[in-house]
């Protein structure tokens, strides 16, 4: 159950990130949907592709896609209150990351995946739905771009399994984990921490 529950409140934050970028390209509501439903589930669908989980989980469960449905109908009813549309995206997005990571880790761990597979898995789960959401939205991906997106899934992922080494419950890692990779990428975008860049500014 607990898993479950970090799975959905996943998919909420992905949803409205979603929606709001949807919005911000001012498409229909279909297409604020499919954004949102991309944006949710497109990392997932990915995971369990890789490691062989089919059919993928929101087809055998309807409750993802419902849990989607209510998200976008939040989030398009109070789209008003969101008044800072930049900040809300980041919020959510940053939420999602951090919480997917440690879906798809968990996901890895279930079928016997060396602990760096897990970390690629979390990363893979936690990225590449807003990946394809960039992408039809005609943006180049955060993941692709300087920003420190990924690498704060992967520490947190790292920080995981070294805390699992300790002589708690698995669930405090796995709480811990989430707030490491949202504290990172927090910290990240607050002080303008970038990856070193490959090109010559001028």
């Known amino acids: 159950m607990f898993y479950f529950i970090i799975d959905i409140l996943g998919t909420i934050a992905f949803a409205i990130s979603g929606v709001l970028v949807a919005i911000d390209k001012k498409l229909d509501l279909f297409g604020v949907f499919i954004i949102a439903f991309v944006t949710s589930v497109g990392g997932g669908t990915l ?10 989980l929101w087809l055998r469960d309807p409750v993802y896609l419902y849990t989607i449905f209510g998200a ?56 590449f739905g807003g990946v394809i959401r ?14 420190i997106y990924a690498t704060a899934c992967i520490l947190g992922g790292l920080g995981y399994f070294l805390l699992r080494q300790l002589p708690f419950d698995d669930a405090y890692a796995y709480i811990a984990g989430i707030i490491i990779v949202i504290g990172i990428r927090l910290i990240a975008v607050r002080f303008k921490i970038a990856l070193p860049s490959i090109y010559k500014t001028t």
């Open 72 to 127: 976008v109908i939040f989030a398009v009813t109070f789209r008003a209150r969101l008044k800072y549309v930049r900040k809300s995206l980041f919020l959510f997005d940053t939420i999602g990351i951090g919480l997917y990571t440690m879906v798809g880790i968990e996901r890895g761990i279930s079928v016997g995946l060396s602990s760096i597979m897990c970390i690629g898995l979390g990363t893979i789960t936690a990225c």
């Open 134 to 147: 960039d992408i039809l939205c005609n943006e180049i991906p955060v993941i692709f771009r300087k920003e």
């Open 47 to 56: 995971r369990d592709l890789l490691i062989g989980n089919t059919p993928v």
